[in-house]
């Protein structure tokens, strides 16, 4: 089974202030890049692919979307490492981003 994981940050940080943010927190900058018509910023980092990306595309739910600014995924890359790990790798920088992007914002 296939799992993604998503930090997503409340409203109303500035992209600039959370990027800044997760910069210092991976020690290492983010480049701009695009996929289709949307922007983001993202990094290869140990295995993981971390991207920061802006106006959460998702519609609310039962997690209400709209009261995010950001979303920041966490990827593994194929053929980084043994397979096996990816999915615990993943959750864990996912777990450590947020708790430290929470810390520093202060925020959720």
Known sequence: MSVNYSIFVKKPELT??????????????????KTGRRNFYGVRLLGLYINL?????FSDD????SQYGHQITVDFIN??????????LEQ??????ANM????????
């Open 53 to 57: 990306i802006d106006n959460v595309p």
């Open 79 to 88: 053929g980084a490492f043994n397979k096996s790990y990816a999915q615990d």
């Open 16 to 33: 600039r202030t959370v990027k800044l943010a997760l910069e210092q927190i991976l020690n290492c900058e983010l480049k701009l890049g």
């Open 62 to 65: 039962v997690i209400r979307f």
């Open 101 to 108: 992007l929470s810390i520093k914002l202060k925020t959720e």
């Open 92 to 97: 864990m920088a996912s777990i450590l981003i």
